[in-house]
């Protein structure tokens, strides 16, 4: 039996949403962050976080810090740490392009506003860290500190980062993953072995109704 896979309805497929979007910084006037997710799933995640109360957010995927914005604005004081290969110092031209449109800007400019003006020390960027092309050790300590932790994969591959790292999670603590039946389900390789240790949060019922690619999960 498949735990995390019991609330998932058959032939379920995510609504084809236009993902690139931008958030409006909580504190810091005039300053907006370019994200990739459906704006709906926020409040829910944010909902999720605040029950969960983790000790430390680890964000797989920074792309252009839009989401990082968000989830730092949820406790300003909380540590975050965040991981990308490159972040979008140089990103891929089709982003490159929707950043400059969204945001009036290009990437670079839109990070460096966002660092200058919207993040604190809590907020610890790692932006030359592949995950996949081996593990990671800071990363993995990371996780396995002793600290109720939030992970949220968003990263290029979902399955690969899942079942790299979200094994080194400790009970109580939560996953999050984007794209979820686009890029990541239960029927890649080593996702359904690695959803055993964990159980669906109840919060998934909402992403799910609404065809919306985030789902949760809690460490047994
Ligand atoms: C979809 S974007 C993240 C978007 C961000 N979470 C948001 O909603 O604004 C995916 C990011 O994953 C990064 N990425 C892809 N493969 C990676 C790898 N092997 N290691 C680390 N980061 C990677 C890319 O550089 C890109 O910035």
């Known amino acids: 039996m498949i735990k995390a896979d019991m609330n998932e309805p058959e032939n379920w497929w995510p609504r084809q949403s236009h993902l690139r979007r931008q958030i409006a910084s909580k504190y810091t006037k005039g300053v907006t962050g370019f994200l990739e997710h459906e704006l709906e799933s926020l409040p829910v995640l944010e909902d999720a976080i605040r029950v969960h109360a983790p000790e430390q957010i680890v964000e797989f ?53 966002l660092h200058d003006t919207a993040f604190n020390e809590c907020v610890v960027f790692d932006s030359d860290c592949d995950l996949l092309i081996k593990e990671q050790e800071h990363v993995v300590e990371r996780l396995k500190i002793k600290k109720r932790t939030f992970l949220y994969c968003d990263n290029g591959k979902k399955y690969r980062e899942f079942t790299m790292y979200a094994k080194y999670l400790k009970s109580g603590d939560m996953l999050g993953v984007h794209d979820w039946k686009s890029e990541i389900s239960f029927d890649m390789e080593g996702v359904a072995e690695l959803m055993l240790q964990f159980k669906p949060h109840p919060f998934n019922a909402f992403f799910i109704k609404n065809r919306l690619r985030t789902r949760l999960f809690i460490k047994e």
């Open 61 to 113: 995927g920074t792309g252009v810090g839009g989401l990082t914005l968000f989830l730092h604005e949820l406790d300003k004081d909380r540590p975050l740490y965040t991981f990308d290969k490159k972040v979008m110092w140089n990103p891929h031209p089709k982003i490159k392009r929707y950043v400059g449109v969204v945001l009036g800007r290009g990437c670079k400019e839109a990070m460096k506003e």
